[in-house]
Structure formats: structure tokens, C-alpha cells
């Protein structure tokens, strides 16, 4: 009975009736947290080519890191409802950032590359358990005429942490050694989970028991939407995470251009992301996403050219078309599944696209070690083409 109780009690949750007052400082809190969320992810790019020459390892092994972020990272969305479901939705969120904030004291601590392996494995899995269980709060805090501005407001914090992760990383490297940038990381997180504690108001999630929904993994809008993230996710985070890599080893340029070149070509990304929301609700979705993932496989493609110029040209292009898929992507999958399942779909569906942020940067940096990255890039935008295709036997959207 008083687990009833307090069960029903959750479910009441104070909606704000508008994006303005207290409704946008909450959205824009939590998109703060989501932008130190992404940022604990997308800070590892821009010092890789340092972690690389400190460590003396090849371009491939260097990747193999985002491979164990990916898989802890999936890990921790996939299994995301058992998660919330024993520990509640404010719950979850406060461990993430707690063990998030450890773990980044943890790092500068390490001198053997191998260890790395784990530590950056619970590290993103502290960081994963996060967006599935904030997506639910969101559409329980906002009314649904609120959800695509929303979303995508909140969405646009990983697009803006791809752009500012590399301008990050130079402005603290010029105070800092690269390890001590982890213990900056830390101390914003521990932070975060203090404010986080004295704001917020847990959210009831599916019958408050931990569960897991076998049942989305039958849809058929699960597997595509599934497949669409992992080519995009490929060409968006898997790229970015090898582009110093690329711009520096093969290319030629200095860390110092590499890291602004790829940071200011995210600007567009940014902008893109947060108008998204305000046109997602009033756009056909299905016929949205088809054309933003066409294109996304196109412009990346076109990053195979040789003169500078034109790659920092299609570099920007590429990442301004590539902010709008997260928000139409994330609105799209809120319509397709029920609030008993939305959370977890999400967390499923984003698993599925660990491979494009894990697997493709190991296999860039292969093909990079072996022939040229320019040869895995290409490959990467031509299997997001194809991809592209699987939205006509997307029934489930209309």
C-alpha cells in the first residue's frame, strides 16, 4: 500500500504550462547538464593526437578508446530501464553525475594505456544512464504542444559541445596539462548533482518496478530507426572523433588548426539543432529525416576531396545539415512509442547507434592505419546514402 501510494504520488508531476519563466531555466539547466554529459565524451577527440604521442600507440588503438566509450555508453542505455526503474528517475540521474565526477578525478591517475580501457567503459556507462531517463522527465515536466521545442532545445547541447569541445580543450590546454582537463570535468559534474538534488521532483517511469520492454525489439520502427542512427551517429560523432586524427597525421596541419577547424566548422550544427525545434511539429518527419540523412551521407562523401579549402567547406555543410537529425529523430521516436515504453525505446534505439560513435571510429582509424582515412570516409558516407532508403518501410511515421 505505501508503495502504491508513493507510486501514485510520482506520477503527479507539476507540468510547466510554457517554455518561459521557470520552465526555461529548468530546460536550460538540464541542457547544461546534458552539454558536460556530451562534452565527457567529445573532450577525448580533440587531445587524442596528445594521448596518442604520450602513450606511443597507433592511430587505430588511440580510436579503440571511443569503441569502449560506445560500448559502455550502450550498455548503459540498453539497460537503462532496470536502471531507472530500481532506482527512480531523480535517482538515476544523481548517480550518473556522482559517478561521472569520480570517475574524471580517476583519470589523470592513469599512466598505462590499457587501463584506460575500462575507466572510460564505467565512465560512459555513468554518462548513458542519463538521456534515456531525462527524455520521460521532459515530456512529463512540458505539455505535448511543448515537446519538438523542447526536445530539440535540450538536443542542441550535444551540437554545441561538438563545437566547443575542441575550443574547450585549447583554451584549457594553454593553462593545463591534458589530464588535469579531467579534473575541471569532475568538479562541474559534483557540482551539477548538488543543484540537480535541490531542484528537481522525481517522475514515476513505466509501473515504477524495474522492467525491460522486449517488445519494442519486435518493431519494425525500433530496427529502422535503429539503423538510421547508427550511420548518422557515424558520420556526425564517429568522424568527429578521428578528425584531429585525420586533419593532423594525414593531412599535415598543426593540433592547434586541426582542433579549430574542426570545432568552428560545428557553429552551423548548433543553430540548426535549436531551429529544428521550432519547425519539427509543423514539418512531415518521416520525409524530414529521409532528406537530412541523404544528405549527410552526400557532404560526407565529399570530405574525401584533397585541397583544404574545400574540406573545411564540406566540413562545415556536413556538420550544419547533421545538427538537425538528433531532435527530428527523438520527436519521431516520443510519437511512435507510448509513455510506458518511451523511455526504453529510446535508450534501445541510441544503443543501436553506439556502433557509428564505437565501431566506425576504430574502423577509420584502421583503414587510416592501412590505406587512408580518406577511403573509410568515403565508404562511411556512401553506406549513410544508402541508408537513407530504409525510411519507405517506415509505416509506423506518417
Not at 580533440?46 to 604520450?54: R, S
Not at 561538438?162 to 559534474?189: D, E, H, K, Q, Y
Not at 530496427?223 to 556526425?236: E, K, P, R
Not at 572523433?241 to 568552428?264: D, H
Request: contains cysteine; aromatic residues 14%; proline residues 4%.
Amino acid at each position: 500500500m505505501h508503495f502504491q501510494t508513493r507510486h501514485a504520488k510520482l506520477r503527479v508531476v507539476r507540468r510547466f504550462p510554457s517554455l518561459r519563466g521557470r520552465g526555461l531555466l529548468f530546460l536550460l539547466f538540464i541542457w547544461f547538464i546534458w552539454f558536460m554529459n556530451f562534452n565527457g565524451r567529445t573532450l577525448f577527440s580533440p587531445i587524442l593526437p596528445l594521448i596518442e604521442d604520450e602513450f606511443r600507440i597507433s592511430h587505430a588503438r588511440a580510436a579503440s578508446i571511443f569503441t569502449f566509450i560506445s560500448l559502455g555508453f550502450g550498455f548503459a542505455l540498453f539497460s537503462s530501464g532496470l536502471v531507472s526503474g530500481f532506482l527512480g528517475s531523480k535517482r538515476t540521474i544523481l548517480a550518473s553525475l556522482l559517478t561521472a565526477g569520480c570517475i574524471f578525478f580517476i583519470i589523470p591517475t592513469i599512466h598505462a594505456f590499457s587501463i584506460l580501457y575500462p575507466v572510460v567503459f564505467v565512465l560512459a556507462f555513468a554518462l548513458g544512464i542519463y538521456l534515456p531517463t531525462i527524455i520521460p522527465m521532459i515530456t512529463d515536466y512540458y505539455m505535448e504542444k511543448d515537446w519538438g521545442k523542447a526536445i530539440a532545445i535540450h538536443e542542441s547541447a550535444s551540437s554545441l559541445s561538438i563545437f566547443a569541445a575542441p575550443l574547450i580543450a585549447l583554451f584549457l590546454l594553454s593553462f593545463l596539462p591534458w589530464r588535469l582537463i579531467f579534473v575541471v570535468m569532475g568538479s562541474v559534474s559534483l557540482l551539477c548533482a548538488i543543484v540537480f538534488q535541490l531542484t528537481t521532483t522525481d517522475i514515476s517511469s513505466g509501473d515504477g518496478r524495474p522492467s525491460f520492454r522486449g517488445g519494442i525489439l519486435k518493431k519494425r520502427a525500433f530496427w529502422i530507426m535503429g539503423t538510421i542512427w547508427i550511420f548518422a551517429s557515424g558520420c556526425v560523432l564517429g568522424l568527429y572523433f578521428v578528425l584531429p586524427l585525420y586533419l593532423v597525421k594525414e593531412i599535415g596541419l598543426t593540433i592547434q588548426r586541426a582542433n579549430s577547424i574542426t570545432g568552428l566548422s560545428r557553429l552551423g550544427m548548433v543553430l540548426v539543432a535549436i531551429a529544428a525545434g521550432f519547425i519539427v511539429d509543423r514539418v512531415r518527419l518521416k520525409k524530414a529525416i529521409f532528406l537530412v540523412i541523404l544528405l549527410l551521407g552526400l557532404l560526407t562523401m565529399s570530405l574525401t576531396v584533397k585541397e583544404i579549402r574545400w574540406i573545411k567547406f564540406f566540413l562545415f555543410v556536413q556538420a550544419t545539415v547533421s545538427g538537425a537529425y538528433p531532435p527530428l529523430v527523438l520527436v519521431a521516436i516520443s510519437r511512435m512509442f507510448g509513455s510506458e515504453t518511451r523511455g526504453q525505446a529510446t535508450g534501445f534505439i541510441i544503443t543501436l547507434g553506439m556502433a557509428g560513435s564505437g565501431i566506425i571510429p576504430y574502423l577509420l582509424g584502421f583503414t587510416g592505419d592501412m590505406i587512408s582515412f580518406r577511403l573509410g570516409i568515403f565508404l562511411l558516407g556512401l553506406c549513410t546514402v544508402l541508408a537513407s532508403g530504409l525510411l519507405y518501410f517506415l509505416k509506423e511515421l506518417r
